[in-house]
C-alpha cells in the first residue's frame, strides 16, 4: 500500500462521545500507521443549533486520554470560506445550481439553497469490508447541498474536507453507507479523487438494538468514570467485529497495527458485552505495578471526592485480584467491604460466630482456642502458610466448626475472604488479639 496514506475521524460536538466513534478512530489510526499514513481528527462543527465548544474541547480530551494521537486535527467550521469558493465553482459550471423555493417548514418565506445536478443512476463502490456496493440515486433527484451558498450541509462540507485533505480512505460507521453514493456524486462534480470506503458493523446492545449512550451508556466518558483503562477499551473495541483468526485475545494498539486487518472485519453488527470489556480491564489492571495500582487508584477515590481509607496500602494485592475496575475497587473499599482492616472492630456476638458452625458452642469455643495456640507459635503469616497450619484441624473436625468462627473472629462480618487471607491482611498480632476477643464472648 502506498505511503500516502490519508484517514480521518469525524466526529460532531453535540454530545459526550460514543464508545463507536472511539472503534471508528482506533481503525482509522491503525491503518493510517500500518500504511506510514497520516491520521487526521477534524471536527464537524457546522450544525450550529447542536454543537457546544465544551463537546470540542472534549474530543481533545477524550483522543488524548486513548493516545490516539493525531497527526492534524482541523475544525470544520474554519473552512467555510472554501467551501463556499467550492460551491460557486460548482454553480459557474452548471454542475449546481441555486434554487430560489419555498421555506420547509415555513411557506410564507423563501430561501436560496443549492441543488447538485443529478443524472440519477446507479452508483458502485467496492467497500473493503462489504465488497461491492450499489445503490440507486435516482430517486435522490437534485438533491440539496447547502442550505444557502454560506451554509453547506453535511455532505457537501465532509466531500469537501476529504478532498482537500487528501483522504484515500473513508473509514466509518455501517450507518453511513446510504450517504455514500450522494457523496461520491458530489465529489465527482467536484473533481476529487473517490477514496477508497471501507464501513464497520455497528455496535449494538446486546438486545441486538442500536448501542445508544442514553439508554446504554455508551460513552467513552461513562467508562472512564467506571474506572476503565483506555488500553482495555482500545483492545475491547478492536475485537468488535474483528478477529485476528488465532486465540489471542490481548493486544496492545502497537500489536493492533501489525495484526489488524480490514479485510477481516465482519460485516454483523458486533453486541457490546461490558463484562467481556471488564474482563480486559481486569487483565490491564493486573499488569500495572502495585504502586502504579495504588496511585490510580487513589487518584480515582479522589476524582469522586472521597478519600481513601488509610488501610488501603495493605489490601492493595486484594483489591487488583478482586476488583475489576476502580470502580468496584473504590466500591469495596467505601462501603466497607474491607473495614475488618480497621486497627479495632466490634468484637461479634456469640450467636454470629455459632451462625455457620455447625457445632454446639464448646466445640466452637474448643476449635478457636486451638486455632489461637497453633498460630502463636506460627511465624510467616501468609494465607497459604496459615492454611497449611490448620487445614489439618480443620477438616478432622469439621471445617464449618473451625474456619467459620475463625472467619467471623477475624472479621467480624457474615461475609469477607476467607480466614487464611484475613489472617494474612492482619498480621499475626491482630489475628491473635481477635482471636482472644472472639472467646472471651463464651
Ligand atoms: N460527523 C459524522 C458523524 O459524527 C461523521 C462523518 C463521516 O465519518 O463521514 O457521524
Redesign the pocket.
Given at each position: 500500500m502506498s505511503a500516502n496514506v490519508v484517514t480521518r475521524i469525524?466526529?460532531?460536538p453535540t454530545g459526550e462521545m460514543h464508545i463507536g466513534t472511539v472503534r471508528t478512530a482506533l481503525v482509522n489510526y491503525i491503518f493510517a500507521k500500518q500504511n506510514g499514513g497520516k491520521y487526521i481528527v477534524r471536527v464537524?462543527d457546522t450544525d450550529k443549533e447542536r454543537n457546544k465548544t465544551e463537546w470540542v474541547d472534549a474530543i481533545w480530551r477524550d483522543f488524548e486520554w486513548c493516545a490516539l494521537t493525531p497527526d492534524a486535527t482541523y475544525v470544520q467550521s474554519e473552512h467555510i470560506a472554501r467551501h463556499r469558493e467550492l460551491l460557486l465553482k460548482l454553480v459557474e459550471e452548471n454542475k449546481a445550481y441555486i434554487s430560489k423555493e419555498a421555506k420547509k417548514d415555513d411557506a410564507s418565506q423563501t430561501v436560496e439553497v443549492v441543488r447538485l445536478r443529478n443524472a440519477g443512476g446507479i452508483v458502485t463502490f467496492t467497500d473493503l469490508v462489504r465488497g461491492e456496493v450499489s445503490i440507486d440515486t435516482t430517486e435522490l433527484g437534485d438533491f440539496v447541498i447547502a442550505r444557502s451558498i454560506d451554509d453547506p450541509l453535511y455532505h457537501f462540507a465532509?466531500v469537501a474536507d476529504d478532498g482537500d485533505a487528501g483522504v484515500t480512505h473513508?473509514i466509518?460507521g455501517d450507518d453511513?453507507i446510504s450517504n455514500t453514493p450522494r457523496q461520491i456524486l458530489i465529489l465527482e462534480a467536484l473533481g476529487f479523487t473517490r477514496p477508497a470506503y471501507a464501513h464497520l458493523p455497528l455496535i449494538l446492545a446486546p438486545d441486538r438494538s442500536k448501542l445508544s449512550k442514553r439508554k446504554h451508556g455508551a460513552s467513552l466518558e461513562n467508562y472512564r468514570a467506571q474506572g476503565f483503562l483506555p488500553e482495555a477499551i482500545l483492545n475491547y473495541l478492536a475485537l468488535l467485529g474483528w478477529n485476528p483468526g488465532t486465540e489471542k485475545e490481548m493486544f496492545t494498539v502497537d500489536e493492533l497495527v501489525s495484526e489488524f486487518s480490514l479485510e477481516r472485519v465482519h460485516t454483523a453488527g458486533a453486541v457490546f458485552d461490558i463484562e467481556k470489556m471488564k474482563w480486559f480491564n481486569h487483565e490491564y489492571i493486573k499488569l500495572l505495578s502495585m504502586e502504579e495500582y495504588g496511585a490510580r487508584l487513589t487518584a480515582f477515590i479522589e476524582s469522586r471526592g472521597e478519600s481513601a481509607p488509610s488501610y488501603m496500602p495493605e489490601i492493595l494485592t486484594e483489591l487488583r485480584n478482586r476488583a475489576r475496575t476502580f470502580s468496584e475497587a473504590a466500591d469495596f473499599l467505601l462501603d466497607g467491604e474491607f473495614s475488618f482492616m480497621e486497627e479495632t472492630i466490634p468484637t461479634p456476638a456469640a450467636e454470629l460466630l455459632l451462625k455457620g458452625a455447625k457445632a454446639e458452642a464448646s466445640a466452637v469455643k474448643e476449635h478457636l482456642q486451638t486455632v489461637a495456640d497453633m498460630l502463636a507459635n506460627h511465624e510467616v503469616f501468609t494465607a497459604d502458610s496459615v492454611k497449611d497450619a490448620i487445614f489439618a484441624y480443620a477438616t478432622e473436625k469439621g471445617r464449618a466448626s473451625v474456619l467459620w468462627p475463625m472467619r467471623v473472629a477475624l472479621s467480624g462480618k457474615e461475609k469477607s475472604p476467607d480466614p487464611f487471607t484475613l489472617a494474612q491482611l492482619l498480621g499475626k498480632e491482630r489475628t491473635l488479639s481477635r482471636i482472644a476477643a472472639a472467646l472471651g464472648v463464651f
Open positions: 469525524a466526529p460532531s464537524e465532509v473513508v466509518r453511513h
